[in-house]
C-alpha cells in the first residue's frame, strides 16, 4: 500500500501566496516522479507540474513563472510554492506519484500511479 498525504491548501486573496506539500509512504521501491494536478469545478483534470528523479521540472504555461516544485527525496516529499495566485487557480489541488512498488521479495514490482485525497486551495478577488 501507499498512502500520498496532502497539506497546505487554503483560502487566500489574489496575488498573495501558499505552499503545499504532498508526503508519500508505504510500500515504496522507488519514485519516479511526484506531480501536482488541480481540478476546477466543471472543468477536467489537468497537470500544474512534475518534477522526476533526475531532477528534471515540468510546467503547465498558466503557472510558468509563479509556482515552483521541489521534491525533499529523502522525505518522499513534494512541495508546490504558489506565489502571484489568480482567482483562476482556485481548485482542488492533488499530488500524484508514479513510483515502483516494493514485492514481498524486496525486489520492485510494475510502477503504477498513486493520488492523494485532494486539497482546496481558493483564491478571492
Known amino acids: 500500500q501507499v498512502h500520498l498525504v496532502e497539506s497546505g491548501g487554503g483560502l487566500v486573496q489574489a496575488g498573495g501566496s501558499l505552499t503545499l506539500s504532498c508526503a508519500a509512504s508505504?510500500?515504496?521501491?522507488?519514485?519516479?516522479?511526484m506531480s501536482w494536478f488541480r481540478q476546477a469545478p466543471g472543468k477536467q483534470r489537468e497537470l500544474v507540474a512534475s518534477?522526476?528523479?533526475?531532477?528534471?521540472?515540468n510546467y503547465a504555461d498558466f503557472v510558468k513563472g509563479r509556482f515552483t516544485i521541489s521534491r525533499d527525496n529523502a522525505k518522499n516529499t513534494v512541495y508546490l510554492q504558489m506565489n502571484s495566485l489568480k482567482p483562476e487557480d482556485t481548485a482542488v489541488y492533488y499530488c500524484?506519484?508514479?513510483?515502483?512498488?516494493?514485492?514481498?521479495?524486496?525486489?520492485?514490482?510494475?510502477?503504477?500511479?498513486?493520488w492523494g485525497q485532494g486539497t482546496q486551495v481558493t483564491v478571492s478577488s
Open positions: 500524484n506519484a508514479r513510483l515502483y512498488v516494493v514485492r514481498d521479495d524486496g525486489r520492485p514490482g510494475p510502477h503504477d500511479d498513486f
Open positions: 508505504g510500500s515504496i521501491f522507488s519514485i519516479i516522479a
Open positions: 518534477k522526476n528523479s533526475g531532477g528534471g521540472t
